[in-house]
Antibody, heavy 116, light 110 residues
Framework: EVQLVESGGGLVQPGGSLRLSCVGS????????MNWVRQAPGKGLEWVAN????????HYVDSVKGRFTISRDNARNSMYLQMNSLRAEDTALYYC?????????WGQGTLVTVSS | QAGLTQPPSVSMGLGQTATLTCTGN????????AAWLQQHQGHPPKFLSS???KRPSGISERLSASRSGITASLTITGLQPEDEADYYC???????????FGGGTKLTVL
């Protein structure tokens, strides 16, 4: 079964940091672009960042550039999102996901709450 | 980073057919097609259809996806109460190597 499992969310004060993790199983993790997508309470889905199969290319939504860093470790079938200088507007469920021409998969999400 | 356009809401009767639309541009939907997701309140998104309009195993045959130019569509026939949910389209933009989403359509089954 293809599966993605996120972890690392929690409550953090504004200006703080968190590191999210995503572990994949049931598929060849190193063969896919991987993405982080978030959903603020009561809002739609917003793509946050992605990383190429070998980690050589990364892209970010404008609102997180310079604050978030995406990385991956294919030996551990894992992807990460280092989030620094967190703001209240970063409060959301963060999902790990991939989508190709023929397939797709989403994790269950991990909740990040930025509040004092 | 402009997103895809979806109508905010669609309402149809039990047993009827609903068609949800998603409009992008020639780089994303027009080039790569669109995937569809279903999200019930309080649950994570569920993958319904790939960018080449294929359903994964376990997804009802009442759902079918298609594309014409820069507009993708998801058709749900024989509407059931469990079809009431938010539906999102997504597309890959190879010119930017980013993933774009629609704002979502809330489907109400009357």
């Amino acid at each position: 079964e293809v599966q993605l499992v996120e972890s690392g969310g929690g409550l953090v004060q504004p200006g703080g940091s968190l590191r999210l993790s995503c572990v994949g199983s049931g598929f060849i993790f190193s063969g896919y672009w991987m993405n982080w997508v978030r959903q603020a309470p009561g809002k739609g889905l917003e793509w946050v960042a992605n990383i190429k199969q070998d980690g050589s290319e990364k892209h970010y939504v404008d609102s997180v550039k310079g604050r978030f860093t995406i990385s991956r470790d294919n030996a551990r079938n894992s992807m990460y999102l280092q989030m620094n200088s967190l703001r209240a507007e970063d409060t959301a469920l963060y999902y790990c996901a991939f989508s190709t021409t023929t397939a797709g998969c989403w994790g269950q999400g991990t909740l990040v709450t930025v509040s004092s | 980073q402009a997103g895809l356009t979806q109508p905010p809401s669609v309402s149809m009767g039990l047993g009827q057919t609903a068609t949800l639309t998603c409009t992008g541009n020639s780089n994303n939907v027009g080039n790569q097609g669109a995937a569809w997701l279903q999200q019930h309140q309080g649950h994570p998104p569920k993958f319904l259809s790939s960018r080449n309009n294929k359903r994964p195993s376990g997804i009802s045959e009442r759902l079918s996806a298609s594309r014409s130019g820069i507009t993708a569509s998801l058709t749900i026939t024989g509407l059931q109460p469990e079809d009431e949910a938010d539906y999102y389209c997504s597309a890959w933009d190879p010119s930017l190597n980013i993933w774009v989403f629609g704002g979502g359509t809330k489907l109400t089954v009357l």
